[in-house]
């Protein structure tokens, strides 16, 4: 079961991310996949007009963020303790990249998330990404 509404989540995510307001936007959340927007421009371009490599680093890290603080509830401090990413093929130019990040297990301290990413309008990957967030201990 959620702990945020979708809502709840667009307004909490530009409170502990202000850097990052306006760069993402959750197109789905739900117990089974979320699914979240890079709104690419010229600051995440590289050389060539495609989506550079950072920029879909930053949407695979946000998305398992999303992913898990909608499981856990409001832990800010949540970390990215692992990441590992695939860079499978170019992104097409000028189009947003979309994640679709589902979360494989959570526990009592870690959250396994398992991240696709997604040219708009494409059916093939350009990158596949698994992270693991540490999970800080129970208050109290």
Do not use: N
């Not at 809502?7 to 959750?26: C, D, H, N, T, W």
């Not at 494989?104 to 959250?111: E, I, N, Q, V």
């Not at 398992?114 to 990957?125: A, I, K, M, R, W």
Request: some cysteine; aromatic content about 6%; overall charge negative.
């Amino acid at each position: 079961m959620l702990k945020f509404t979708l809502k709840e989540m667009q307004s909490y995510l530009p409170e502990v991310f202000p850097q990052v307001r306006g760069m993402f936007a959750i197109d789905r959340m739900d117990e089974e996949l979320l699914v979240m927007r890079l709104v690419a421009d010229d600051r995440h371009l590289r050389p060539g007009g495609t989506v550079s490599g950072p920029a879909m680093f930053g949407l695979a890290d946000i998305s398992a963020y999303v992913a898990t603080m909608a499981r856990i509830g409001p832990e800010a401090l949540t970390v990215t303790t692992h990441c590992s990413i695939d860079f499978m093929r170019k992104p097409a130019s000028g189009a947003d990249v979309l994640a679709h990040a589902r979360v494989l297990k959570l526990g009592r301290s870690l959250s396994v998330t398992d991240v696709l990413l997604y040219s708009e309008g494409t059916e093939d990957p350009v990158a596949h990404a698994s992270l693991t967030y540490a999970i800080p201990p129970a208050k109290g």
